[in-house]
């Protein structure tokens, strides 16, 4: 065979093989865009809004909570500091543990049905809690501190629930009784608040980094689905018999599809706007975090009597 053939054969195939090789595999499962569906676009302004103020929220969130960590050895009377020290590292990594982080997502998903659903639930309690008293024959309202109750046993339930996949307080029970009950309180709350500003620097905040931007890119698609909503429903109530009801909750669904219109360009804008300093901003709470913890940990070294430890990378 002709030498240059080969050559070019080769080369070919050599660049076939190179393309393969470095092609980005798409992810598994490939989840498909709600873009083209009436109902995701009318919330999509809304939800677009959410999440970039909820990056900023948790922006700040963990602003607050590095700063407090240099204060966390005197919260504590006379512990063991190797224990400590114990905890704490094993908090920091643990926010960046996939079961960690597994389980503060489906507590995510928890508070927001709670709290989208909390009136209805309150009063569904309450008033079970009520019909109960006026059996007893009692004249007392309980709703209010049947409200309360919810409230707070949800809470504490749902601060166990991510507590039993944080290695930092498997540690705890472990040192529960030389570190003592006010000692062992403290650095529960400590232990969280370091688990959870390590995942909030490292998992959080990329994620909401990247949904925004996927978002972001189906605004054309959005504009076209609301339009398409708008005209199939006005389509809809001129099509065959429609009874007064239908149409008044046609109606409805087109007023809601123009308030969600009206603020899309408002939205977007402000997504923009904080797109352009996602990057800094995560890399920059990173870094924070990483410094304040490095911080702390050296402290509690000291204090333990140990020598400095090398520098960590990442």
């Keep these: 065979m002709n030498r240059p053939y080969l050559i070019a054969g080769a080369l070919f195939l050599a660049g076939h093989l190179f393309a393969l090789g470095c092609s980005a595999p798409k992810p598994e499962p490939e989840i498909a865009s709600s873009a083209s569906q009436s109902g995701y676009a009318e919330r999509y302004p809304a939800e677009l809004q959410a999440t970039a103020t909820s990056f900023g929220e948790r922006d700040d969130l963990a602003k607050r909570a590095t700063g407090q960590f240099a204060g966390y050895p ?91 996949r944080s290695e930092a307080h498997r540690r705890l ?3 529960r009784d030389s570190l003592g009950k006010e000692n062992t309180a403290t650095l529960e709350k400590q232990a969280d608040a370091v688990s959870f500003v390590s995942y909030v620097v490292h998992i959080d905040m990329v994620e909401h980094k990247l949904r925004l931007r996927r978002m972001l890119e189906e605004i054309e698609t959005i504009k076209k689905s609301i339009d398409e909503a708008v005209e199939a429903e006005r389509a809809f109530q ?4 429609r009874t007064d009801e239908e149409k008044k909750a046609s109606e409805a669904r087109i007023e ?24 800094e901003r995560v890399a920059a709470a990173q870094k924070t975090y990483r410094e304040a913890i490095d911080r702390l940990i050296a402290t509690l070294r000291k204090n333990a009597g140990l020598p400095e430890a090398p520098p960590r990378e990442g």
């Design 74 to 164: 005197d919260q504590l009377k006379k512990p063991d500091w190797k224990q400590v020290l114990d905890v704490i590292e094993q908090a920091d990594a643990a926010g960046r543990s996939y079961d960690y982080v597994e389980r503060v997502r489906a507590v995510d998903g928890a508070v927001a049905f709670f709290n989208d659903n909390k009136d209805d639930l309150t009063r569904k309690v309450g008033g079970a809690a009520q019909y109960v008293v006026k059996q007893k024959g009692c004249d007392v309202d309980v709703t209010g501190p049947t409200a309360h109750a919810l409230q707070e046993g949800v809470e504490r339930q749902l601060e166990k629930y991510v507590r039993e």
């Design 173 to 175: 029970e472990r040192y």
């Design 256 to 279: 809601e599809l123009g308030r969600s219109k009206a603020m899309l360009d408002s939205s977007a804008t402000q997504a923009k706007q904080i797109d352009e300093t996602m990057e």
């Design 238 to 241: 001129s099509s065959g018999k």
